[in-house]
T-cell receptor, first 115, second 113 residues
């Protein structure tokens, strides 16, 4: 099976712009979670989608949003970019065999740099 | 407040010896624990997991031990190989948490030939 794929792998944007990142989960996986990784804060949960619905959201401002399509592919959007949004954004998918307890498999990430 | 702590930022081990990576947690609601390995510029790779109903899980060279009373888990790698050199993350989740894995800050393991 192909793994989780994320596009693009690298992005450079300037402050105030917006950005959309894409994630294709492992075939058959219905849950997609997004994480932000920075040197100072480590890996932090952004949100999780299942069957096109956001089921859980981390402690991030409303500038961070996402959606999931009927084929389980997901996108996340960051509007009005700030310098502090520079990070590695990771997408993870899971099969949801048991409610709330599942192994997540990560993609390679999108490295976003905000200038 | 960090709910999952990996107190050793780095660990150096000789090839062939045992590597022991430790992780502590504070939330008693956590009932599923995972270890991931991460190379630079790549996403975390799942290694092994353990449910709170067990105290040990083994997969090849990797064994995870869970001590619920101490809220402590550890990953043992035996024997350690140079290719194991990476950053190791401990993660935890609670039933019903819906996709929210809580990660430690990671431990960088260096296995020297």
């Amino acid at each position: 099976k192909a793994g989780v794929t994320q596009t693009p792998r690298y992005l450079i944007k300037t402050r105030g712009q917006q950005v959309t990142l894409s994630c294709s989960p492992i075939s058959g996986h219905r849950s997609v979670s997004w994480y932000q990784q920075t040197p100072g804060q480590g890996l932090q949960f952004l949100f999780e989608y299942f069957s096109e619905t956001q089921r859980n959201k981390g402690n991030f401002p409303g500038r961070f949003s996402g959606r999931q399509f009927s084929n389980s592919r997901s996108e996340m959007n960051v509007s009005t970019l700030e310098l502090g949004d520079s990070a590695l954004y990771l997408c993870a998918s899971s099969p949801v065999k048991r409610a709330g307890v599942d192994t997540q498999y990560f993609g390679p990430g999108t490295r976003l740099t905000v200038l | 407040d960090q709910q999952v702590k990996q107190n050793s930022p780095s660990l150096s081990v000789q090839e062939g010896r045992i590597s022991i990576l430790n992780c502590d947690y504070t939330n008693s609601m956590f009932d599923y624990f995972l270890w991931y390995k991460k190379y630079p510029a790549e996403g975390p790779t799942f290694l092994i997991s353990i449910s709170s109903i067990k105290d040990k899980n083994e997969d090849g060279r990797f064994t995870v031990f869970l001590n619920k009373s101490a809220k402590h888990l550890s990953l043992h790698i035996v024997p350690s190989q140079p290719g194991d050199s990476a950053v190791y993350f401990c993660a935890a989740s609670a039933s019903g948490s819906q996709g929210n894995l809580i990660f430690g800050k990671g431990t960088k393991l260096s296995v020297k030939p």
